[in-house]
């Protein structure tokens, strides 16, 4: 099956400093998403991108589908940034809808 | 809009104890899907339904048992608990044809 990595395994940034996640994957997509998993557990959509690239407020995606990568920037941190970030796609080969979840990023923002 | 509902929020069972964890949608998505969280890992996929009167096994399915009870929801079920099947379990639906999958807030299961 596919394969997802995330790097920075974790990441500890102080309170303003900008940031970059990256997700690499194996095989071609036709879904990607980045979440947000709170200190609560809850996780939160944060883009649909397959391609191309998405601003929403201080974060941005840009999926580079040909080179199999995606990466989130995060600018201005906060300290209720914090949490794990999670990549997660979907290939055309795999069962219906299927989402296949990277480890996650670990981060850390310091105030 | 409630969005993706799930009960109980947290629970705890003996080895060999048997429980059903309920999701429940109201955004009328047709497939829904189960996954499951262990320590320093992504989620996995337990089983999915692609729609209503449909369902099939995900990743890791052992254990497990499934019901899509309507289109809003979708159950999943253990039979005979086991201490490997402590973890944070989440319940997610998707619209099709769209391709975002929105998380229930998750249960958490301890099985001694």
């Known amino acids: 099956g596919i394969q997802v990595e995330q790097s920075p395994p974790d990441l500890i940034l102080q309170e303003g400093a900008n940031s970059t996640l990256r997700c690499n994957f194996s095989?071609?997509?036709?879904?990607l998403q980045w979440f947000h998993q709170n200190p609560w557990g809850q996780l939160i959509n944060l883009f649909y991108?397959?391609?191309g690239t998405k601003q929403n407020g201080r974060l941005s995606a840009t999926t580079v589908a040909t080179e199999r990568y995606s990466l989130l920037y995060i600018s201005s941190s906060q300290t209720t940034d914090s949490g794990v970030y999670f990549c997660?796609?979907?290939?055309?080969?795999?069962?219906?809808?299927?989402?296949?979840f990277g480890q996650g990023t670990i981060l850390t923002v310091h105030p | 809009n409630a969005g993706v509902t799930q009960t109980p929020k947290f629970q705890v069972l003996k080895t060999g104890q048997s429980m059903t964890l309920q999701c429940a949608q109201d955004?009328?998505?047709?497939?829904m899907y189960w996954y499951r969280q262990d320590p320093g890992m992504g989620l996995r996929l337990i089983y999915y339904?692609?729609?209503?009167?449909?369902?099939d096994k995900g990743e890791v399915p052992n254990g497990y048992n499934v019901s899509r009870l309507n289109k809003r929801e979708f159950s999943l079920r253990l039979e005979s608990a086991a201490p490997s099947q402590t973890s944070v379990y989440f319940c997610?639906?998707?619209?099709?044809?769209?391709?975002?999958?929105?998380f229930g807030p998750g249960t958490r299961l301890l099985v001694l």
């Open positions: 997610a639906s998707r619209n099709t044809p769209g391709e975002t999958q929105y």
């Open positions: 991108i397959p391609s």
């Open positions: 339904s692609a729609s209503e009167g449909t369902t």
């Open positions: 997660a796609v979907k290939s055309g080969g795999t069962s219906y809808g299927k989402l296949t």
């Open positions: 955004m009328n998505h047709n497939s």
């Open positions: 095989d071609s997509v036709n879904n």
